[in-house]
């Protein structure tokens, strides 16, 4: 079924409402799960939201908490979140990393002691929106074998890059360093599919396209084997170092993920740029890479956030698409 | 046979003043060649070097041209690279960016119009030996196809990150879009050896593992099959829009690659952080994630730079190893 836009987030603001949040937090909080589902990332939006409710039930993430700032020099800044909600903690640390990017040109926000920030991508269209380029990641807990071992010792950190356009179509990446998450290799297994590329490895070490083995040996494929195995772990030392908060190794010691660290950092092209030179240098790119000979007829080249924003005008024209179940399971919250 | 580093270093001197440089700047280019050498990374030191010759005499590389400032504001400055030799102005480059992080706590410069950076570890290293955290990307002329695409649209676009240890022994990455560069395709095709994991596609359109197929098709592939073709776009788009220089595309249409387009971040950790607790952080996650189960017991789990490391330290000891055909060809110039 599909629910229009508001009445999705007025449902989720009311909920958070009984759960110590100020109406004005609630609402901005509703917001951007129900703008998760709105750009068709619904592993991140209503569907997470009762898990969301439970974190706060054990103080894992604690509603009225705002991050505090801790150091500041220039364009460079390290807050506590305080255990706070991921994606109003985030919302804040881009909004100030266009803030820095606005006063330095370039402006960098780190984060300790932050939670889950559910969809990553959401600020990267943010500091897009703003008219700048920007870039972002998270650390987790270690879901992820490093190349060469077995057993999860790393995260799978998702990373977000944005560049803005200026009719709103910005183009962004939001990928985590596993080929799929355990969410997305989740639905393969209930749908009975083979994955498109190999995800993992069996329990003899080679590669399969079957994500239960995958779930089983939880041995989850870095994206480029060695290559995303590194990235994670700069992307990890990075965030624990600028923030000086929890790494992968430190998060694996709780009982669950709570208490992460993140980075936003943002540029602000629009002092030396005007948009209709960037306008002109994205558009061309993506015309270039759309030139390339097609797979298959039937194959469409995509650019990063294309889908989204394809999708985001089609679940505000028809309003957006729900598990029936689980919307009743909020309703009845 | 192996030579020592110093003799590697003033032959590549003496043949760089023969070609416009002066003593000062051939000095040190060639410590920049050699260095690299020393460092293991063989693709891009001697062996790179009658290329980078050849490319001063079509005037793709300009000798004398030093990059000047375009842009600046706070800690972002735009330079203008003016085809000058890509090691010394991505070093020039990254020096800045350490001045302006030292100044605004984070700096980037963007260089447009430079050229091959050769190595681009080099910057990473400089960045972690000044107590910084940095990261830099380049872009490059079309050499992978786009996700869905069969003929190259996209750069392999190397990225790198670093994090400082004050032992020196700092965790830097340095990576390629593609899962292996076409210099690591020929060297497997010599050998006659399969690739450890499959690094493109046959003209059937499967996966492959054999390497002269790869260089047939030209389809190699990209790390995390749609990610990394996603993550290239986007540093291809943050290199284009921040320098204002050359895209991928644009390189293209150019009868070789010259001219292109380079970002350099650079954050300084050391104003809030003292070494004794980023080195501890990074030895604990460096140790917890070689406590992953090794695939087997001959495995080792490296972290990124451990090799580089070892290998400098080898090569500094007994010299650095050379092929004597391309050595002696040097000594011919």
């Known amino acids: 079924m599909r629910i229009p836009l508001l009445t999705l987030q ?17 609402a901005h909080c509703a917001r951007l799960f129900a703008e998760t589902d709105r750009d068709g990332v619904y592993s991140h939006g209503l569907n997470r939201f009762a898990r969301f409710i439970q974190y706060i039930q054990k103080a894992y993430v604690v509603p009225g908490a705002e991050p505090v700032l801790e150091f500041n020099q220039g364009g460079l800044e390290r807050w506590n979140g305080q255990q706070g909600p991921g994606n109003l903690n985030a919302r804040a640390a881009m909004d100030q990393a266009v803030a820095l990017a606005r006063q330095f040109g370039i402006g960098s926000v780190a984060v300790r002691n932050t939670n889950h920030w559910m969809r990553g991508g959401s600020y990267g269209w943010q500091a897009a929106d703003a008219g700048c380029v920007a870039l972002c990641f998270t650390n987790t ?31 962004v990446l939001d990928m985590a360093m596993s080929q799929y998450s355990y969410g997305k290799l989740r639905k ?10 190999p995800g993992g490895y069996d329990a003899a070490g080679n590669l399969t396209r079957n994500a239960a083995t995958i779930e089983e040996t939880e041995r989850a494929l870095p994206v480029g084997f060695w290559k ?10 990075m965030a ?20 992460v ?19 002109a240098l994205i558009d061309q790119t993506i015309a270039f890479t ?44």
């Open 10 to 26: 007025e449902e989720l603001q009311r909920v958070l409402e009984k759960f110590d949040f100020t109406p004005e937090r609630a």
């Open 141 to 171: 807990l270690p879901n992820m074998p490093p190349w060469g071992g077995k057993s999860p010792a790393l995260g799978n950190n998702p990373f977000v890059m944005a560049v803005p356009r200026s009719n709103g179509q910005h183009v």
């Open 188 to 197: 393969y297994v209930e749908a009975g599919q083979d994955l498109p590329v």
């Open 228 to 237: 995303g195995s590194g990235l994670s772990m700069l992307l990890d030392l």
């Open 240 to 259: 624990g170092i600028l923030s000086g908060g929890r790494t992968t190794a430190d998060i694996g010691q709780l009982a669950d993920e709570y208490g």
């Open 261 to 279: 660290s993140q980075v936003f950092i943002c540029l602000d092209v629009s002092r030396f740029q005007d948009a209709a030179f960037t306008d």
């Open 290 to 333: 759309q030139k390339s000979t097609p797979v298959s007829p039937e194959n469409a080249i995509l650019y990063p956030g294309e889908n989204v924003w394809r999708t985001r005008q089609e679940n505000i024209r028809l309003g957006i698409p729900v598990d029936e179940a689980v919307w009743e399971q909020v309703r009845a919250m």
